[in-house]
C-alpha cells in the first residue's frame, strides 16, 4: 500500500518497489522484497500519473522477471537500458570511469584534501566544481529532451525521496561531520574505493572505519531523525521550484558559471603547481600521473548520465557501505535493530552501487598501474584513517548524503538541502585541519 509523502511535496508517493524480485542478486528469500527501500514515484491518481507511468516500479507479486523490469522502465531511454543485466552492466562502466578519472585527477590522495581545507591546495575544488558543472549542463540536457526528461524526473524525485524526513539540521549536523571525517582520513567515501585501488596505505582501515560509520549510523538513526527531523517541512525543496523557473533556466546558467570560476581558478593557480609528483612530458594519456583537475571532474560529472538513465537514480557514495554493513547482521537481528540497514540489504536498487564501486576499484587499479604509480601513495596513520572512515559515513548518512551524493547529485539537482551540507562540510573540515595544526597532529 502506497504511502503518503510527507515532506511537502505534492503528488508523490512511496511505492514500494520489486527491484529484489527481479534482482540477480537476489538472495532466494521473501526477506529480500521486505526490505526493499522505498522507491519515489507520482501518484497514480494525479494529472502527470501517465507521463510517468513508465518509470514505476513493477507492482509486488507480477511475474516475468527481467522482461517484465524491462517493461515497466517504459520507452525512449528508459526501454533501451532495461535489463538488469545492460544496467548493471552501465553502473559497472561509469564505476570504472569515476575509478580511473579519480586517480588520474588525484583528488584521492589524503594530502591534497586535507590541503584543500587550508586551501593550500586546490586539486579538490577545481574537481568538486567542475564535476558539479557538468552535471548541472547535462542535467539541464536530460531534463529538456523528450526520450529522457523522465528519466530525470524520477532520479530528481528519488533523491528528494531519500531526503523526505531530514531538513536543514541534519543537513548542516551531518555535512559538518563529513568533512571533520574526511580533513581526519584524508579520504571521502567515494575516494576511499579509489584509494584502495591505487595502493595508497592504511586505505583499508579507512574502508573498515566506513562500514563502521554506516553500522552506528543504521543502530542510532531511529533517534537521531527524531532529533534532527523538522517539525513543519519546507514545502519546496528545490531552487527551481523556489524561484519559479523551469529546472533548466536555472541550472544551465549555474553550470556555465560554475565551468568559469574554474577556469579563472587554473588561470589563478595552475594545476601542475598541486601536483606531489609532476608528470612525465613524453608519457601517454593514461601512462600520465595526473590529468587537468577540470578534465577529471567533468568526466566524473558526466557519469550522472548513464546512472539516470540506467536506475532512474542519481551517484552516491556513501549509501554503498550501509549495504556492506548489513550484510554482516542477520536479518533477523536487523529487523529488530536496524530497519534502516534492513531496506539497504537486497536488491538491485542498493546493489549496483556495490558492484559501480567495485568497478571504481578496478579503474583505480588500471589507471594508477599504467602511470607507474600503483601503492606510492602515502596515507595518514592507521588510527585517523579509521576514525575518519567512521565520522565521515556516518555524517554522510545523517546528513543523507556525501561529496558525491549532496555534492554532485544535490547540487546538481538544485537541492535545497544540498546547498546546506556542502558549506557545512567544507566548515567542518577547515574547522578541524585548524585545530590539528594548533594541536600539532599535523604540520
Request: charged fraction near 10%; include cysteine.
Amino acid at each position: 500500500m502506497a504511502i503518503p509523502f510527507t515532506n511537502g511535496l505534492h503528488c508523490r508517493k512511496f511505492i514500494a518497489t520489486d527491484e529484489n524480485d527481479n534482482s540477480i542478486f537476489k538472495m532466494g528469500s521473501e526477506t529480500a522484497y521486505a526490505a526493499s527501500p522505498p522507491v519515489c514515484a507520482w501518484d497514480e491518481t494525479s494529472p502527470t500519473a501517465a507521463a510517468h507511468a513508465e518509470s514505476a516500479p513493477i507492482p509486488p507479486g507480477s511475474r516475468g522477471g527481467i522482461a517484465a523490469a524491462a517493461s515497466t522502465l517504459g520507452r525512449g531511454a528508459g526501454a533501451l537500458l532495461g535489463t538488469s543485466l545492460l544496467r548493471i552492466s552501465v553502473c559497472i562502466t561509469a564505476g570504472a570511469i569515476f575509478g580511473l578519472a579519480m586517480e588520474k585527477g588525484r583528488v584521492f590522495e589524503p594530502l591534497l584534501i586535507r590541503n584543500q581545507m587550508d586551501f593550500s591546495s586546490n586539486v579538490m575544488l577545481k574537481m568538486f566544481m567542475a564535476a558539479v558543472s557538468a552535471v548541472l549542463v547535462s542535467m539541464s540536457a536530460l531534463s529538456v529532451l523528450p526520450t529522457t526528461s523522465q528519466r530525470f524526473q524520477l532520479a530528481r524525485d528519488n533523491f528528494i525521496c531519500r531526503l523526505s524526513a531530514k531538513g536543514v539540521a541534519a543537513s548542516v549536523i551531518g555535512g559538518t561531520l563529513l568533512g571533520i571525517g574526511m580533513t581526519i582520513g584524508g579520504a571521502c567515501p567515494g575516494a576511499v574505493l579509489v584509494q584502495i585501488g591505487a595502493g595508497v596505505s592504511n586505505a583499508g582501515y579507512t574502508l573498515l572505519g566506513c562500514i563502521l560509520g554506516a553500522t552506528l549510523y543504521g543502530l542510532t538513526e531511529q533517534t537521531v531523525s527524531g532529533w534532527t527531523r523538522p517539525k513543519n517541512p519546507a514545502q519546496k525543496v528545490r531552487i527551481d521550484e523556489i524561484v519559479g523557473l523551469p529546472f533548466w533556466k536555472v541550472a544551465l546558467p549555474f553550470g556555465i558559471a560554475l565551468a568559469m570560476f574554474v577556469y579563472f581558478l587554473e588561470v589563478v593557480v595552475p594545476w601542475t603547481s598541486d601536483l606531489t609528483v609532476p608528470n612525465q612530458s613524453e608519457a601517454s594519456l593514461f601512462a600520465l600521473r595526473s590529468w587537468l583537475p577540470s578534465i577529471s571532474g567533468a568526466l566524473i560529472g558526466c557519469m550522472q548520465i548513464p546512472i539516470v538513465l540506467a536506475m532512474g537514480q542519481t551517484m552516491g557514495g556513501s549509501g554503498s557501505y550501509c549495504t556492506m554493513a548489513a550484510q554482516l547482521i542477520p536479518t533477523g537481528t536487523l529487523r529488530n535493530v536496524s530497519p534502516y540497514l534492513l531496506r539497504t540489504k537486497y536488491g538491485l536498487n542498493n546493489w549496483w552501487s556495490i558492484a559501480y564501486g567495485c568497478a571504481a576499484i578496478a579503474g583505480a587499479v588500471f589507471s594508477a598501474s599504467m602511470a607507474g604509480a600503483l601503492g606510492d601513495t602515502e596515507g595518514v596513520s592507521a588510527l585517523h584513517a579509521f576514525l575518519g572512515g567512521i565520522i565521515m559515513v556516518y555524517g554522510s548518512r545523517l546528513a543523507g548524503g556525501c561529496t558525491s551524493g549532496h555534492g554532485m547529485s544535490g547540487m546538481g539537482t538544485l537541492c535545497l538541502f544540498s546547498f546546506a551540507a556542502v558549506p557545512a562540510m567544507f566548515v567542518g573540515g577547515i574547522g578541524t585541519l585548524a585545530t590539528m595544526k594548533l594541536t600539532g597532529l599535523v604540520n
